[in-house]
């Protein structure tokens, strides 16, 4: 059963050392998930599962140490997935390396770790689907939900504006912030693909995941630094 659950953003650019001059920019954000990760540690889950949106060939189930990068981003750091070590694994999506940052971060030692990256195609009742499947695979189980609105918001964007981006999020950040399972699962797949919307598969996940929980949900964070939507929220 689903106990807890953290929604966080998914940016690189919320570990320091990869926004170097501009990461000042982002330490509320930063706050706001450290606040979430704290949250979930309250709960006393038995498993912690962190989901996020990734690529084609980085879909599937990551192990309690497995390992990412940021090298890729330009800056010499390694984090792993809780304790443990994976050896010969596939390299963790950016996605739930950011996330495996903040549990780091956080000194997450709560319960055992397990990673999911989410096809950013899976349809709302995949991922509900698999939601479910994740709360009932632990008497008490959290997750940390990572993934990005819409990147559409400005003409800076990295997908240039496109007047649909707001409105999206202002329905996905009152959603995450209420704990409306319904509402998420209502996200078109559509329009969160059009405006970039990494986070629209990894949230119906949660929403699949929180289905008869009964949780109350809290936005913590909602801007759109960059022109992309970052939400923070706690739902418990």
Excluded at 22 to 35: N, Q
Excluded at 102 to 129: V, Y
Excluded at 182 to 195: F, Q
Aim: proline content about 7%.
């Amino acid at each position: 059963m689903l106990v807890a659950a953290a929604v966080c953003p998914c940016p690189p650019l919320l570990v320091p050392e990869v926004a170097t001059g501009a990461a000042p920019e982002l330490d509320p954000a930063r706050a706001a998930c450290a606040d979430a990760v704290g949250l979930l540690a309250a709960a006393r889950p038995d498993r912690l599962y962190v989901v996020g949106p990734a690529d084609e060939g980085a879909h599937g189930a990551y192990p309690a140490g497995a390992a990412g990068s940021f090298a890729g981003f330009g800056v010499d750091l390694s984090v792993r997935l809780g304790e443990g070590w994976a050896e010969g694994g596939r390299p963790l999506p950016a996605s739930l390396t950011v996330g495996a940052w903040l549990l780091a971060r956080a000194g997450w030692a709560d319960a055992p770790i397990e990673g999911l990256g989410i096809d950013n195609a899976a349809t709302p009742d995949d991922c509900a689907g698999t939601g479910r499947e994740l709360a009932a695979s632990a008497e008490r189980a959290a997750l940390l939900v990572m993934g990005d609105g819409s990147a559409c918001r400005t003409v800076k964007a990295p997908g240039y504006l496109d007047e649909r981006a707001a409105g999206f999020d202002a329905e996905a950040a009152r959603a995450l912030g209420t704990a409306d399972v319904a509402a998420l699962l209502a996200l078109d797949a559509g329009l969160a693909d059009e405006l970039k919307a990494a986070g629209r598969a990894p949230w119906q996940v949660l929403a699949g995941a929180a289905e008869g929980a009964g949780l109350d949900g809290r936005l913590l964070f909602e801007d759109a630094p960059y022109g992309v939507g970052y939400f923070v929220a706690a739902w418990s």
